[in-house]
Nanobody, 119 residues
Framework: QVQLVESGGGLVQPGGSLGLSCAAS????????MGWYRQVPGKQRELVAA???????NYADSVKGRFTISRDNAKNTVYLQMNSLKPEDTAVYYC?????????????WGQGTQVTVSS
């Protein structure tokens, strides 16, 4: 089992910056990938950014060049720095951890944190 606790989020004006963090606990040795997804009402949850245990990042096209994902393995924490925010970035952001145990992948989710980009 993996527990994820998110922090950050809030209200920011267009063009502003915001940071999210997610601390993992539990069976952290089984975590292969950590990342952030977002969801708006009526739409499917979508990948924003992810990072492997070795530090390789992956970004959605919509956030490339604006968002940066990083990972501190010593603190079991993943960060998402969001710059040049746009109103369309408004969503509930969820931290995700993908574990691999006995050849089986499993997803764990944080509770979600609201990000609102508005003037």
């Amino acid at each position: 089992q993996v527990q994820l606790v998110e922090s950050g989020g809030g209200l920011v004006q267009p063009g502003g910056s915001l940071g999210l963090s997610c601390a993992a606990s539990g069976s952290i040795g089984s975590i292969k990938v950590m990342g952030w997804y977002r969801q708006v009402p009526g739409k499917q949850r979508e990948l924003v950014a992810a990072i492997t245990s070795s530090g390789t990042p992956n970004y959605a096209d919509s956030v490339k060049g604006r968002f940066t994902i990083s990972r501190d393995n010593a603190k079991n924490t993943v960060y998402l720095q969001m710059n040049s925010l746009k109103p369309e970035d408004t969503a509930v952001y969820y931290c995700n951890a993908k574990t691999l145990v006995i050849a089986t992948f499993r997803d764990y989710w944080g509770q979600g944190t609201q990000v609102t980009v508005s003037s």
